[in-house]
């Protein structure tokens, strides 16, 4: 990415106007987004797993959790953005930033591949152990989104 | 013994030195706080949905409360373990910090108001009115507010 279009982001009224006034209100909103965000996708991958929620059909637990994930995951990108905006070169310089990018990107390609491959066979483990390729998937995205939540509270501690 | 004078002896605590010196120990510790809260806010987010009749509503409320309202203790006992060891490392930023008494008077309140909604739930055939959607709702709200008030501790 240039260094001039990350320049003139961060030059934008929108970008002034938040970094000067709202940057703490967005950063709490921004945490609570991640707290629903991740904080459903653990009740999911926990019944991935086979630990909780067993009596009920995996299927049902993520169908009704995740309407909130993907919501929640919307008002976490917007909030990003806008904080972003603010001090574009040093986030796009700061290791902990670009780690975080690349393990939500990670997280999505773990979610792809369990959506395209692992949940065709969802029939025949719906409401029994789920096999241990869906098991692996759980126990990856549960790992990604502990990363994901860590590197991102240490983007504060490394600009 | 005075405000400052908690913190001075907090600061001195070989507790707090240790935290204090090692670089990573913060940021670690509130990591750990953070992943809590989201499962803590995910776990009343689903017994909340689930007293309004939606999330979850093929399990009775009755059961779902039973598996939940533990796992948010668990949640809260880590939080009360992570946010003591950050206030032990850097008082300074929470003694005297008008913020963080706003935030454990919000934390009492939604304790309060999570151990009144377990109680109806328990109930044999509980059937939550108006007033318990209404509690639920509310306790989100507060859950949230405990949560910017925490985050405003950094910046008042």
Known sequence: ?159 | MSMQGVIDWLTATSLSQAIQTTSWAIPGIQVVHIVCLAILFALALSLSLRIAGRGLAREPLASLAGRFVPAMGICLAVLFLSGALLIIAEPFRTITNPIFYLKIGLLILAIALTLWLAAVARRPAAKPSAIHVAAAALSMLVWAGIIIAGRYIAYV
């Open chain 1, 1 to 159: 990415m240039s260094v001039e279009f990350l320049e003139w982001l961060q030059g934008t009224p929108l970008a002034l106007y938040v970094g000067e006034t709202w940057f703490p209100l967005v950063e709490s909103l921004h945490v609570i987004a991640i707290a629903i965000v991740a904080g459903t996708i653990f009740l999911v991958d926990t019944r991935l797993l086979g630990l909780v929620s067993t009596k009920l059909p995996f299927t049902y637990v993520s169908e009704r959790l995740l309407p909130w994930t993907w919501g929640a995951f919307a008002a976490s990108v917007l909030t990003g953005v806008l904080m972003f905006i603010g001090n574009a070169v040093s986030y796009y310089e700061n290791t902990p930033f670009r780690v975080k990018m690349l393990l939500l990107a990670l997280a999505g390609l773990n979610m792809l591949f369990f959506q395209g491959v692992t949940f065709r066979s969802v029939a025949e483990w719906d409401l029994a152990r789920p096999p241990a390729a869906a098991r692996a998937a759980g126990l990856i995205s549960i790992t990604l989104w502990c990363g994901v939540i860590g590197f991102g509270r240490w983007i504060g501690f490394a600009s």
